[in-house]
T-cell receptor
Framework: DAGVIQSPRHEVTEMGQEVTLRCKPI?????LFWYRQTMMRGLELLIY????????DSGMPEDRFSAKMPNASFSTLKIQPSEPRDSAVYFC????????????FGSGTRLTVV | GNSVTQMEGPVTLSEEAFLTINCTYT??????LFWYVQYPGEGLQLLLK?????DKGSNKGFEATYRKETTSFHLEKGSVQVSDSAVYFC????????????FGQGTTLQVKP
């Protein structure tokens, strides 16, 4: 298996622009998670899906952030409009059995908003 | 709810030194416990896990024992290498059937030659 695939690896955008991050989970995994990592706040869970349904989005910072999972093999995290404080590394992870097997993380998208 | 606390870093060691990174948890019942590692510029990788009390997880020379008496899951390695330099995260499932992992704040390990 190719693992969890995220794209793009790096994104530089201007403040106010829309940014879309993409994730392809491991086939057969039924849970998908979006995390954000910064030096100041560490690793933050933004939202997670189970069987394509959003279960907990309490970590989404504000209405500028939205996430979708239209099918079992694809998810997006969108920021509109982007702000400099959104600069971070965004990770996607998937899990088959969260209580036994743990997560598999993607390599992340490094977002820089200037 | 479930929570996890790790020792603060950074931890700086010389090559071949003994490593301990402390992790304690608060949880309902006896959930699985995990250690993840993040190498520079990469995502987190599962390093080892223990699924029940008194289990010992091990991988790549690292070990951690699930100790319910002290609610701890300390990470140890007998002889660290420069290539072990990374950030280490302790984790456990959130309370209830939530499906999410709770991560510690991470401990940075730097190994010098």
């Amino acid at each position: 298996d190719a693992g969890v695939i995220q794209s793009p690896r790096h994104e530089v955008t201007e403040m106010g622009q829309e940014v879309t991050l993409r994730c392809k989970p491991i086939s057969g995994h039924n849970s998908l998670f979006w995390y954000r990592q910064t030096m100041m706040r560490g690793l933050e869970l933004l939202i997670y899906f189970n069987n394509n349904v959003p279960i907990d989005d309490s970590g989404m910072p504000e209405d500028r952030f939205s996430a979708k999972m239209p099918n079992a093999s694809f998810s997006t995290l969108k920021i509109q409009p982007s702000e400099p404080r959104d600069s971070a590394v965004y990770f996607c992870a998937s899990s088959q059995d969260r209580k036994t097997y743990g997560y598999t993380f993607g390599s992340g998208t490094r977002l820089t908003v200037v | 709810g479930n929570s996890v606390t790790q020792m603060e870093g950074p931890v700086t060691l010389s090559e071949e030194a003994f490593l301990t990174i402390n992790c304690t948890y608060t949880a309902t019942g006896y959930p699985s416990l995990f250690w993840y590692v993040q190498y520079p510029g990469e995502g987190l990788q599962l390093l080892l896990k223990a699924t029940k009390a008194d289990d010992k997880g091990s991988n790549k020379g690292f070990e951690a024992t699930y100790r319910k008496e002290t609610t701890s899951f300390h990470l140890e390695k007998g002889s660290v290498q420069v290539s072990d330099s990374a950030v280490y995260f302790c984790a456990l499932p959130g309370s209830g059937n939530t499906g999410k992992l709770i991560f510690g704040q991470g401990t940075t390990l730097q190994v010098k030659p």
